[in-house]
Structures are given as structure tokens and as C-alpha cells.
DNA sequence: TTGTGGAATGTTATATTATAACGTAAAGAG
DNA sequence: CTCTTTACGTTATAATATAACATTCCACAA
């Protein structure tokens, strides 16, 4: 691996980790542009595509962002929850959900490849706080 | 001039079931232009919400891309299986999965409101031909 | 009948997300 | 030092989605 790829990376994961919640693309590539402002869109996807096939971050399809890994980072497919209200996401590892998961849809042979599992609703905080109004 | 909400949904739902796989909402503009040629992208995007609203069509977030619904149009959260091979999608209802993911997400208190469940893989029969080759 | 309010649609513009295509530069191997 | 590979730069454009406001349609009531 080339010294300069990772080094984009690891900056890149600093400011996810920074980062309050899920960030997009591009307000990624704006934080990058204190730093080098001539970062261009090609740049920042093609490192976001490597840490995600290193599995260091993961996508959140139904929102179009971004998300630091929260465990190791060789684990199966994940859960990720995301908090509609104040944009918190956990991520859960779950083998008996992906067994579950593969026998409904093996059902008619399909073979899963990768899994896209993703829950909107409230975390505990903004439930009870919901809750008190 | 314009086609009334149920009209055009009807005629988006008619496209849709006629497709042979998930439909992308510029693909879906593209076809109904042949009989309203000068419909907008908004409107279509109107129509794709309440349809959606309705249950009587899926959203493919992985994909950004829409399919009919498989099932009866008022089951809970679905589960749908992507060839990436062929492009085939397959709709399960399971609520025994959706009770686990219930389960596990709401260990620290979570409350969900939606689902969003896609497995990308290959189907059957073509899970079978790569076999042969 | 005619007016009126709300929903759907039209219209225009723009925001957001993502990739293509091709050239250049850097690092590591030998 | 050359070769090769990979990352990166640059420019352009594709693809997806929404904002903002005007207009039209239609049900329904005055
Ligand atoms: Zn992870
Ligand atoms: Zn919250
Ligand atoms: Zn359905
Ligand atoms: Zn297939």
C-alpha cells in the first residue's frame, strides 16, 4: 500500500471520528479543503471506496453518508441504527439476525453476497425525551 | 393537461410491473414522457412518494431505484433481495427477522420506526449457471 | 351557478451525489 | 536509475433529488 493513500484515509478518518454522526461525500471533502484545497470529489470517493472495502467505514445506503466502524474491522455485515432525531448511529454485530436473514432468502436459493441492513427510528435518549413532552 | 394523482400513479405502477427488474426514477421519467412529454422530474418524484407512502411500491435504497410491491400493500418492513446478476428482486415478509433486529437494536433503547432490509446477492438461477461455468 | 380552498401539477432553477476519462506524479522493486 | 503500479489531479459531466412559486383542476358549498 502506498504511504500517501493512507495517510488521506487516516485524515479522513479523524474528521469521521470528529464528526458528530454520519457525514456526506462532500461536506467530507469541504473539511479536507482547510488542509489541501484543491481536494477534488474523484479524490475523496476513491478513499472513502477503499476504507469501506477495508471495512473501516461503512456507507449508510438510505442516507447517503458515511459512518467510522465501530468494531473490529473484519466483522460480517452490521446493523446500523440511526437516529432520526439527533443523527447518532449505533452499529450492532448480529450473527443470528444474518442467519436469520439468509435462510428466509435462501428459501429460493439466492446466495447473499452483502448485506444492507439499516434501522431509522429514535435512540434511547430522544425516545425518553420525546416521551416527557 | 396533466394526469390526476391516481392516473399517473396508475400508469407508474403499470411501468413498473411491466420492467423487468428495479426502475431508477429518471429511467421511469423517461417513459412516461412518451405519453406526456412534458413531465418534470418533481412530479414524478411526487408520485414515487405517495406510492411509497401507500406501501404499493419499494424504495431499493442501496440502488436508488424503485420495484412494485410483491405482497399485499399494508405488511410491515420487507425484505429485498437484489440479483446483481440478472437484476431480479424478491420480496419476503418475515416478521421473525424483523422481531430479532427489534430485539438487538433496542438493547440500549432504540425505538424503530423503519426498516430498511436488502440483501445483494445472486439468485437461484443464476447463483446455478455460475456454478456450471 | 359560481366562488373558493386544497391538492396536484407545471415550471424553472438549483442542490446533491457520483463517475468518466485521461493525464501526471509519487513510491517501491529490482 | 528505470520500470511498474497505484494514487492523485483535473476537467467535465452524469445521475439523483429538491426548492420555490405559479397555475390548474376539482370537489363542494354558498
Ligand atoms: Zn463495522
Ligand atoms: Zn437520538
Ligand atoms: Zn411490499
Ligand atoms: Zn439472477
Avoid at 481536494?39 to 471506496?49: E, H, I, K, Q, S
Avoid at 445506503?61 to 443523527?87: F, T
Wanted: hydrophobic fraction near 35%; proline fraction near 3%; include cysteine.
Amino acid at each position: 500500500m502506498g504511504q500517501r493513500g493512507e495517510q488521506l484515509q487516516a485524515e479522513m478518518l479523524t474528521i469521521m471520528d470528529q464528526n458528530s454522526g454520519p457525514i456526506s461525500a462532500y461536506d467530507l471533502l469541504e473539511k479536507l479543503r482547510s488542509s489541501n484545497a484543491k481536494m477534488a470529489p474523484t479524490t475523496v470517493y476513491r478513499a472513502l471506496a477503499s476504507l469501506t472495502e477495508q471495512g473501516r467505514i461503512h456507507r449508510l445506503e438510505s442516507m447517503n453518508a458515511y459512518v467510522p466502524c465501530q468494531h473490529d474491522h473484519h466483522h460480517q455485515s452490521s446493523i446500523l441504527s440511526i437516529c432520526d432525531d439527533c443523527g447518532s448511529v449505533e452499529e450492532n454485530v448480529a450473527p443470528d439476525v444474518l442467519n436469520q436473514l439468509e435462510t428466509v432468502v435462501g428459501e429460493n436459493g439466492f446466495s447473499a453476497k452483502r448485506h444492507v441492513i439499516e434501522v431509522h427510528g429514535l435512540c434511547g435518549t430522544c425516545d425518553s425525551e420525546e416521551a416527557v413532552q
